[in-house]
Structure formats: C-alpha cells, structure tokens
C-alpha cells in the first residue's frame, strides 16, 4: 500500500506539473493572439501623438486664412521622430495654397485627419502652382477621415478658358506608399486629385462630385506614376471620371461608379 500510495503521489505531481505547463501555453497563444495584426487593426497607437491645426493658430468659421497655421502643424507633425497625426478637427476651415512637405523624421505613415471642412480661397490669382493642397516629397502617408474639401471652383470656373491650368484641389507629388481615403471632394478649381510622380498609391472610399458643366475637373487625374489602385469610390464630375495620362503604368480602377462625367481614360 506505500509504494501505491508513493506511486499516486508522484502521478498527481506530474499531472498538475503538466497542467501548469499547459496553462502556460495557452497564455502565450493568448497574448500572441492580442498583438496580432488582425487583433490591433485600426487601434490607435497609444504612443501617438497628435497635432492639432488648432494649436498652432488654425481659426474655424471660414473667413480667416489658416494656411500658414496647417503648415506650422505639419512641419511640427513631419519632424517629430515619434508616431504623428496631424488633425483637422470639425468645424470649417478658410486655406489658401498650403504645402506639406517631407521627407518626414518620425516612422510611416505619417496620418492626416480631414474631420472638418477645408474651403479654398476662392481667387486663381493666389495660387502660382497648380495645386490648391500639396502633399509632397513623403515615404508613407496617409488621408483620411470623414471631412469635406471644397474648392470652391463654382466661384472661379467663368473665367476658364480652355487653356487655363487651374489648381487641383489635392496634389500627389513625389509620394510613394500613400494611402487616400473617406474624403469628400466637391467643387474644384481643376482636377479634384491628382497623382504625379508617384508610387505604390491607393486611392479607395472616396466621393467626388461637382456639376456635369464644371470645366476639367478630372477625378483623379494620373501621370507619371505606378502601382496606382482606385477602389470603392463614387465620382460624380464635369470631366474625365479618372484620367491615366503619360507615363502611367500598373494603374487599376475597380469599383468605381461614375456619372456624370466622361468616363476613364
């Protein structure tokens, strides 16, 4: 009877000697379960830090020019070596000629979030360049949010010629692995967005529109790029819906509607 009684001791020691080890296993698939990609997908980075237009002087209600206040965050955003957001909270937003430059310092994306409305400064003679918003010279970038850019080009669209180059609303260039996404474009000067020079761009979830009279407001009009996917968008314009002009290579539309407009090309 000892030597049973020995036996079942050492049986009862191996099993709970097993037991531990198993409820071990399983905390570790466990934890590796919580930091998996699929997990932490669109968790936002606790370390992140945010830069709001606001701070550096941005005025909302649509009358003062806040240019010079989105490029201050910008610049404070692309030069920090942390995890950054720029962020355009609600409200409306007055902006003439505004560029975000890079290369930035901190790791990619970079992430700018459109909440509230940007409204142009209606006036062709303040833009020497042919863009309205200029995202340049950046490795890993990102747009999104659920906010409005508005050119305002029903103010300004009587006095296109034809031959005139009026400013894109949003201008890719010289941007490689960037994403463009949930944004509304309404009413351009030009084109609503265009990609030069670029590489390796999704362009997806966006809704685009301006009257079927609006004159050369191309969609998304591309040159000069590669590895350009559009997706998942609606785009309602007075030109071409999507536009791939010279030098364009592997460029993909699914899923696009568009109409009014003159189709892809």
Request: proline share 5%; with cysteine; hydrophobic share 40%.
């Amino acid at each position: 009877m000892a030597i049973t009684m020995k036996s079942l001791a050492n049986a009862l020691l191996i099993l709970c000697l097993l037991a531990a080890s198993c409820e071990a296993k399983g905390l570790g698939r466990s934890a590796l379960a919580a930091i998996s990609p699929r997990r932490t997908a669109g968790r936002r980075d606790p370390n992140e830090k945010v830069f709001n237009v606001l701070q550096y002087g941005a005025k909302p209600g649509g009358k003062q020019d806040s240019a010079l206040s989105f490029i201050r965050a910008w610049r404070a955003a692309c030069n920090y070596r942390g995890t950054a957001r720029l962020l355009i909270p609600m409200g409306t937003f007055l902006i003439g000629a505004t560029i975000f430059q890079g290369p930035c310092l901190g790791p990619v994306p970079i992430k700018v979030q459109i909440a509230g409305t940007l409204k142009a400064v209606p006036d062709p003679s303040m833009y020497e360049e042919d863009f309205w918003i200029l995202f340049e010279n950046i490795n890993g970038l990102l747009v999104t949010g659920t906010g409005t850019v508005d050119g305002q080009g029903n103010a300004v669209w009587k006095y296109n010629d034809g031959g005139s180059r009026f400013p894109s609303s949003i201008k890719f260039n010289h941007v490689a692995n960037g994403i463009i996404r949930q944004i509304t474009s309404v009413n351009p000067m030009g084109f609503h967005i265009s990609i030069v020079l670029s590489q390796n761009i999704r362009a997806k979830h966006l809704h685009i529109t301006a009257p079927a009279t609006s004159p050369n407001t191309d969609g998304i009009h591309i040159s000069q790029s590669s590895v350009v996917k559009v997706s998942r968008s609606v785009i309602s314009t007075g030109d071409d819906c999507v536009a791939i002009i010279q030098g364009s290579t592997d460029v993909s539309v699914k899923k696009v509607t568009c109409g009014p407009g003159h189709g892809f090309r």
